[in-house]
């Protein structure tokens, strides 16, 4: 039987990792905890909302194991410094991979990931502690994730890609095969980006053309694409 989980987090992030972890993962939630100065209410998501003090003396790293479910706020550095809160209490940090995520026996992953369904993640990958792929990505064969990294949806990560620390993907971003993207590159939504980028990097793409409805070139458009003849 595994060991109670106690989540650090009160947000829409830690709601979620309730879901998973209990209709996927097999765990127990017995509390969420928060940083002392944060902890206002009593519950959260039916279970005890608890004080990092109160926590730590109630579910002890010796009985319990944590999951720190935290967004990318501060390019990731926030989930980061809550990770190491809680392994510098001795906690032994949970991952989550879900049983809907397409995964080889040879996936290496570190504690604390946050894998979510519909994931193609190919061959001999490997993925650093604290993690999060948000659904359906796809992680090419022979490529490495490092630590405290954030992937939105549909990602597409080609083959034998180096990705740094806290990156951040948005959604539908690409990288072409053999890249090496430095630690803290934001990588952002539709960007598709062909060459290896320092530490720091941003990448962006050209906003899409958004014509009105009544835009003669938009009439014209509609009317050749669907055969309308308004």
Known sequence: MSRPLVIFGSGEIASLAKYYFEADGGR???AFTVDD???KDDTFEGRPLLAWSEAQA???PAEADMHVALSYQKLNRLRQAKYEQAKAAGYTLASYVCSKASVWPDLSHGDNC???????????????????LWSGNHIGHGSHIGDHSYFASHVVVSGHCK???RCFFGVNATLRDFLTIGNDCFIAM???VAKDLSDGS?????SSTLLD????KAIKIRNRYFGLED
């Open 28 to 30: 127990e939630v017995a």
């Open 37 to 39: 100065a944060y902890a």
């Open 58 to 60: 109630r579910f002890s």
């Open 114 to 132: 946050f894998i979510l369904e519909d994931q193609v993640i190919q061959p001999t990958v490997t993925i650093g502690a604290n993690v999060m």
């Open 163 to 165: 990705i740094g620390q």
């Open 190 to 192: 539709d960007a598709s």
């Open 202 to 206: 941003v990448a962006l793409t050209a």
């Open 213 to 216: 409805g009544d835009d003669p």
